[in-house]
């Protein structure tokens, strides 16, 4: 299977992987012949792009670290966990069993948040961009799953202890709730805010802490992740200005993935980055914006070339990334399908960690299909 955006697809492709919604719900099935119609659609509900089946990509499949099964789980959970906890701290709700809904819900959180630590753990792969195919029915609640799982690799690949994986991961379920306060016409405005507006949007990391330090299951840390998950290094961030060491690690861990998550997904103000460029984008900001050691872990626990993206090599042949090497994460295995001159040729694969003068010149998430 290979990724395509949906603007250069043709009537009579067929899908090779479910487009859902977010609460599982299967929109179209793997294995359907798109239509004129089926197209349309898909652009109307802002699924930018698609695996498709064709003959040159036959054999290459994309496994996702996190089964499908358990996203849909984890966004349900996410959902009702969010919901509620900002729901019930507002002081009209009742106390004691607004108490025990908390309870409930950080319970579930923990418990999705191991299942998830357990799938990485015991399958080690590199995060693919998987999120890009799903239609979107509230940002915030896949924005809050894909960070989290995003943050548990960065956290194991830190070497923290499972109690600490397990806070990072809390802390990056949660980071968001104080969005839950902020008015969703704002949230989601197209095009740019006033400075009035983007004020309001920002007071989101405070908001966020206060609800969260009155739950007593959550700890301490846990909530300064809501608060700093956009203080930057060199103090340019908010809602403080927090420098460097005053930033707490965790926050420092999360606003690393919680951008790269915001920069290669689908956003009513603009399209998404492929993971390439979203490293780029962290990297030039690493030791000012970023943590620069969080940035280089981070580099290992994605696929910066997924599975199935088409690409251009420098010296002009074109091909399909076939397959993910956890030795060197920028040089996969490519199957290449077009020559130099663009001519098509009978499909055979090239390892580029061994063919150290060969390297990605072009990514074509659009490449046409022939
Ligand atoms: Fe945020």
């Not at 697809?9 to 359907?32: D, M, P, R």
């Not at 080690?124 to 239609?135: E, R, V």
Request: charged share 20%; proline share 4%.
């Amino acid at each position: 299977m290979r990724l395509v955006t949906v603007d250069r697809c043709q009537a009579g492709i067929s899908l090779a992987k479910s487009i859902s919604h977010e609460n599982g719900s299967v929109l179209l099935a793997a294995g359907t012949q798109l239509t004129e119609q089926h197209i349309a659609r898909l652009k109307k509900l802002q699924v930018f792009t698609i695996y498709i089946e064709d003959d040159d990509s036959e054999g290459i499949d994309i496994i996702d670290s996190i089964p499908e099964e358990l996203r849909v789980e984890a966004v349900h959970v996410i959902t009702e966990g969010l919901t509620t906890i900002a729901g019930l701290t507002s002081p009209h709700a009742p106390q004691i069993q607004g108490m025990m809904k908390t309870s409930r819900a950080i319970r579930s959180f923990q418990k999705i948040f191991r299942d998830i630590t357990q799938c990485l753990k015991g399958a080690p792969a590199a995060l693919q961009l998987l999120a890009s195919t799903k239609i979107h029915d509230n940002f915030v609640y896949t924005h809050s799953l894909n960070v989290s799982i995003y943050a548990c690799q960065l956290a194991i690949e830190n070497g923290l202890p499972l109690k600490k994986i397990e806070e990072v991961g809390l802390g990056a379920m949660l980071h968001d709730i104080g969005t839950m306060f902020i008015s969703p016409e704002i949230l989601n405005k197209p095009g740019e805010l006033t400075d009035r507006e983007f004020a309001y949007v920002q007071s989101h990391t405070e908001l966020g802490f206060d609800v969260l330090r009155k739950v007593h299951e959550v700890p301490l840390p846990v909530a300064h992740c809501a608060l700093q998950h956009h203080e930057r290094i060199d103090g340019t961030g908010y809602p403080r200005g927090l420098k460097a060491d005053d930033i707490h690690p965790y926050a420092k861990l999360l606003s690393v993935v919680n951008v790269f998550e915001a920069l290669t997904n689908h956003h009513p103000h603009r399209q998404a980055m492929l993971p390439h460029n979203a490293l780029e984008y962290l990297y030039a900001g690493s030791a000012t914006q970023f943590d620069k050691k969080q940035v280089q872990l981070f580099r290992k626990c994605i696929a910066i070339y997924p599975q199935g993206l088409t690409v251009m090599l420098n010296d002009g042949r074109t091909g399909i990334v076939s397959k993910y090497n956890f030795r060197s994460a920028g040089r996969p295995e490519i199957r290449i399908i077009r020559d130099e001159e663009g001519q098509k040729v009978t499909p055979y694969e090239i390892d580029l960690a061994a063919n150290e003068c060969l390297t990605v010149e072009i990514v074509k998430a659009d490449a046409l299909l022939y």
